[in-house]
């Protein structure tokens, strides 16, 4: 890696493409779960964050181009291939060909879908909150193919493989992220 994304300049470059508020939401909230995970490894949560923070910087203008669009615009920026890598292996087998390599971009590949699950998990709540959510909730939900149907269980299961950790170890560390900036992510709700 050479030069350091600041979480300022990368949230800049996010508002600029990204207006809908849901889509924020999503990007903070894998932003809180890759800080949280870093920490977890003892890895440079700041740098984590970031590529957690925009993972999706081309979806909402690019959404046929997901990923490769995101390629250009951080290009353009004169961001480092460091970033752009680990953003682009998040589509992994579904638009890009980029592997997931370092724990980094495994993580991310692993929650992305996982935060969508457990945010759609939380609003269904009578709390629709994050803050008193249970694993075995998530879990079940996770086995119910028909309830948020477009979360993709199959990639989570693989980056929880690639991860080496327990699918309940990985749901039950995601939660603990997405607690984190609990109101900011719009999952307090009304604890
Ligand atoms: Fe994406
Ligand atoms: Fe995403």
Redesign the pocket.
């Known amino acids: 890696m050479e030069e350091k994304l600041s979480r300022e300049e990368a949230w800049e470059l996010l508002t600029e493409y990204t207006k809908t508020p849901a889509l924020r939401k999503?990007?903070l909230a894998?932003e809180a779960v890759m800080r949280h995970f870093a920490a977890l490894a003892s890895e440079d949560a700041d740098v984590w964050g970031v590529v957690g923070l925009l993972?999706?910087v081309d979806?909402e203008k690019f959404p046929e181009e997901h990923c490769k669009k995101a390629e250009e615009i951080m290009k353009e920026r004169g961001i480092s291939d460091f970033y752009i890598h680990a953003v682009c292996s998040?589509g992994y087998g579904i638009c890009t060909d980029v592997k997931p390599e370092s724990p980094m971009e495994m993580t991310l590949y692993t929650v992305?879908?996982l935060?969508?699950l457990i945010n759609a998990v939380c609003l269904m709540r009578p709390s629709k909150s994050v803050l008193d959510l249970e694993v075995k909730s998530v879990k079940k939900k996770f086995k119910d193919k028909s309830f948020a149907a477009g979360v993709d269980r199959d990639t989570i299961r693989s980056g929880c493989e690639m991860l080496g950790m327990e699918l309940d170890t990985v749901i039950r560390e995601t939660i603990s992220g997405m607690r984190e900036n609990a109101e900011a992510i719009g999952l307090k709700g009304n604890l």
């Open positions: 999503h990007a894998v993972h999706d979806y998040h992305d879908e935060t969508g």
